[in-house]
């Protein structure tokens, strides 16, 4: 049975930790129906629905956004942040890592952005926010895949915009510099503390820092702003 | 079958172009209108917003799940979407079976 809602529907892929979850619950104490989507379950104290997806599976994604449609018939919001990292030099990389990296990061994003603007259309209205890091600008070493997905990410978004902003659709890149995450914490602790010190921002960067920029890009203030990377730690 | 998948696709097209024109215009269509290319009836954006309407209706109206932008639509010769013909047969092939 189809349950229509009237409420703001937002989309979180990787939902279950870091960025995603902090996101994720934002969104839901401003009101959005939050649908998240993960390989892994959240914490039940998120008031969010969840749809188990791999990211790496297009049949998987394309099946959680058929259900999303059918059950609420609206997409108002998507964030694009499920991502994988596996930094290490390209020499000794394994085949699986570099598939996981693309496959997730940038196929993934890819395909939810698709069916998204599908159901968003309907509405003329439509927020994709696709998550960056910083090391598309900085460029590290051992990060060469990694930064590779997420350049592409940022340019696929720049000329998605331009497909769909007369539908009412924009299409931005909240890139983020060091945030506290397992993912973060997987590097080298003294790589990633030279490499904080080193920010023009220097620190980490809180939820809110991300959620402020968010709250921006959904509101009627963001109607017109699209095509753009926003970078956090005053990174350029 | 194949009327009312016409009809469908003849519905979304001129819903389409009347949007896109902002209702002033009603659009003169036949079976043979081109979708694309020289003498096209309609710009390729707006083709686009065809396709996923008409893939929404196959599913709303018929319960079909129905994929126009897949591989084989895109690559095929000749293009499923030469004409609102083409299109309706192409339609009916994957509903119905070659």
Redesign the interface.
Known sequence: MTNITDRRVAIVTGVSRGVGLGIARHLSQSNFLVVGISRSTPPNDLDAVHIYADLTDSDSIVSAFDEIKKQYGRVDVLVNNAAVLDSQYLMIMSTKSIESMICTNLTGAVIAAREAM?IM?KNKYGRIINISSMATVLKPKGDSVYAATKSAVEMFSSITAK?VF?MGITSNVLSISAYDTEMFRSLNYERVQKIIDGLPVPGLVGINDVTNILDYLISSAGDSITGQVIRLGGIS | MSEQILALVVENIQKNISDEQNGEISPIISPDSPLFGEGAVIDSLTLVNIIVDVEDSLLTKFNKSVCLSNDEAVFREPSPFTSITTLVDYIAELIDGP
């Open positions: 599908k259309r497909e007369t």
